[in-house]
């Protein structure tokens, strides 16, 4: 059994104003943070159940659907990265909000399974998308890792330092699973999903609370590849790169911590469990994110569930559900939203927004026009800086050279 340590309570990092005290913030002249756009991506390979099987892991559909509900994920192909799934997510929230890359003042990249351990995949998203006036950074929170980002990003703009931040969850975990190793291969898939937030007169975010039991870090984990076990051919001969997972545990906690999370961030933001539209969990298995509805007092249909297509994906479990919740219906104007996540760490988090956006959000062609015209040219401007950066090393070496002589 996980003892979560610690009280929820005293862990605010941001708790927006009740509802009565709106009113005087705006008075006040401070923004708040709503969101303004949302994409998704996910990889085209799917690989249901069965095909798990013929690839030799030892399990059946059955016990797969009846013990998680999961019955396909999405994996990358060779050669796909975890940058090419957020940049495809950003891209796409950015054209639903209408916002140009120049003008984002930072992107936050959720993930635990960056391109390369230096630089940050938050910069190589930066580069690609053209955003020259971001500052970019990645959040390892594990699966937890968008709705801190999007805690943090709601910080950011709150204090006024930024107007447009991009936060993007996105993550492949394929890279680390022991295929044939079937308590972890069969429930994890790859993908991406981003949200743009922007200052507004007008709340967005309302409350947001975070949390971290570390003595429970052993039981998820990818023990290998960073200082305390440096990559050698002795770790990589033990599969020390592989993810470790004790289930038991992990289910156990889950429910708990999601549970005090989604009840911190609705008393912190004023509301009760029946002014909740639409609670959207952490995907990671049908039976957690049930028994995180029963508890919450909550009715299926205010709970949104994809696991069934996706598997768990991270950091990007949440935007993804959220964006198909938006897809169906299921997210109107001035709903209450609730994200609710939980993860390696111990990691929990739980955020509560009031949706302002006016659905459906049309684009007229000449703006995708320009989004579209704009990208290829931040692409070849990217191109261009490598080239400069290489030639002037040229002459510097030939300059040096000559002083030498
Ligand atoms: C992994 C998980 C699905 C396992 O379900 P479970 O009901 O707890 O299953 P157990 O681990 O008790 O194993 C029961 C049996 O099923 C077997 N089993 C495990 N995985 C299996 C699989 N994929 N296919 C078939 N059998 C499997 C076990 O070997 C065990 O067999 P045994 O009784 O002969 O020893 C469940 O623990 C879980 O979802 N945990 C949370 C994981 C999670 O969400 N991680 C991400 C956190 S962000």
């Avoid at 990889?43 to 013929?54: A, E, G, H, Y």
């Avoid at 892991?57 to 990265?81: C, N």
């Avoid at 975070?210 to 050698?232: F, H, K």
Wanted: proline residues 4%; charged residues 20%.
């Amino acid at each position: 059994m996980v003892e979560i340590e610690g009280r929820i309570d005293s862990k605010w990092i941001h708790s927006a104003d009740p509802p009565q005290l709106i009113k005087e913030r705006q008075i006040d002249g401070k923004s708040f943070a709503r969101v303004a756009g949302w994409g998704m991506y996910v990889p085209s390979r799917v690989v249901s159940n069965d095909q798990l099987v013929q690839l030799g892991v030892d399990t059946s559909d059955e016990w797969i659907r009846e013990r998680t509900g999961i019955k396909q994920r999405h994996l990358v192909s060779q050669g796909e990265a975890t940058s090419d799934l957020a940049v495809k997510a950003g891209q796409r929230a950015l054209d639903v909000a209408n916002v140009r890359s120049r003008d984002i003042d930072l992107i936050i990249v959720a993930t635990c399974t960056p391109d390369h351990l230096l630089p940050s995949t938050a910069s190589i998203v930066q580069d690609r998308l053209g955003a020259v006036h971001a500052g970019a950074l990645d959040v390892n929170a594990a699966c937890s890792g968008f709705v801190y980002s999007i805690a943090l990003a709601t910080g950011q703009i709150e204090s006024g330092r930024a107007s447009n931040v991009l936060v993007i969850g996105a993550d492949v975990l394929s890279a680390y699973i022991d295929w044939p190793e079937r308590s972890t291969s069969v429930l994890f898939g790859d993908g991406a999903g981003a949200l743009l937030l922007q200052s507004s007169d007008e709340p967005g975010v309302l409350s947001a609370t975070l949390g971290s039991d570390g003595s429970g870090a052993g039981l998820l984990i990818i023990p290998g590849g960073g200082t305390r076990l440096p990559p050698n051919g002795h770790t990589l001969g033990n599969g020390d790169h592989h993810l470790k997972m004790n289930g038991r545990q992990i289910f156990r906690g889950a429910t708990q911590m999601m549970e005090r999370a989604a009840g911190a961030a609705l008393r912190s933001s004023g509301l009760k469990p029946e002014d909740i539209e639409l609670l959207i969990p952490h995907q990671a298995n049908q039976r957690i994110i049930e028994a995180v509805g029963r508890k919450l007092d909550l009715n299926p249909e205010q709970v949104f569930m994809n696991v069934d297509k996706y598997g768990n994906t991270v950091a990007a479990s949440i935007p993804i559900a959220l964006c198909e919740a938006i897809e169906q219906g299921r997210v109107k104007p001035e709903d209450h939203i609730m994200l609710v996540s939980f993860g390696a760490g111990l990691s929990w988090a739980a955020t509560v927004i009031r949706w302002g956006t006016p659905l459906p959000v049309h684009r007229p062609f000449y703006v995708r026009f320009k989004q579209r015209l704009g990208r290829r040219f931040s692409a070849i401007r990217s191109i261009w800086r490598r080239w400069r950066r290489r030639l002037r090393g040229i002459v510097e070496r030939f300059s040096s050279n000559g002083s030498a002589l």
